[in-house]
């Protein structure tokens, strides 16, 4: 498995920091609070999903526990791109079900080198076999997983980033 530069998962994030929580994306940091959790104040983030608007409570000392972390570097983003570039993987020989469940681990640690691998690999197998409903929806997600954070990462708007992303996968399907 290759080693990648290690995520700072900090403790300390302010109102109106990005952060990353898995599988949900990129949210936004609306408040810090403090709430009665099992007959103790505990002081807790109130995160926002940037892509549905959802709302998740993280109490501050589980920020790390639960895989919250910083939004990815400029390097990192270079890394991401290697990833998404590298053509040299090993033949998939298993079956959907098991690649999916192999998959969902990978999306769920909230890596953004992870949910790279999975949906680098499933765009280059979608060109040589057809994905199962949940590959496909499984693709989506990690598309757009990754899309959301890259673009915030880059300062650029999602669409652009799309388009650039695409323009990977165009050129090893052409």
């Known amino acids: ?30 408040a810090l609070e403090q709430r009665d959790i099992g007959g103790s104040q505990t002081a ?31 390097k990192q983003v270079k890394e991401v791109y290697e990833i998404l570039k590298a053509r040299d993987i090993p033949r998939d020989t298993q079956t959907w079900n098991r690649r999916y469940r192999e998959y969902m681990e990978k999306i769920k640690t909230g890596s953004v080198f992870e949910i790279a691998e999975v949906f680098r690999d499933l765009s280059v197998l ?10 496909r929806k499984m693709l989506e997600t990690a598309r757009g997983l990754l899309i959301k ?9 999602e669409d652009k980033l799309a ?12």
Not at 149 to 157: H, N, P, R, V, Y
């Open 126 to 135: 979608r060109v040589t076999k057809d994905l199962s409903f949940g590959e």
């Open 44 to 74: 807790v983030y109130i995160l926002k999903i940037i892509e549905t608007g959802m709302k998740i409570m993280v109490p501050t000392t589980n920020a790390g526990s639960v895989g919250l972390r910083d939004l990815i570097t400029s």
């Open 163 to 174: 388009a650039e992303v695409d323009a990977i996968f165009a050129q090893a399907a052409a």
């Open 149 to 157: 954070e890259l673009a915030i990462a880059k300062g650029i708007s």
């Open 1 to 30: 498995m290759p080693q990648y530069e290690v995520f700072s998962l900090k403790q300390a994030f302010a109102v109106g920091d990005k952060a990353v929580y898995p599988v949900h994306g990129v949210a936004e940091v609306v």
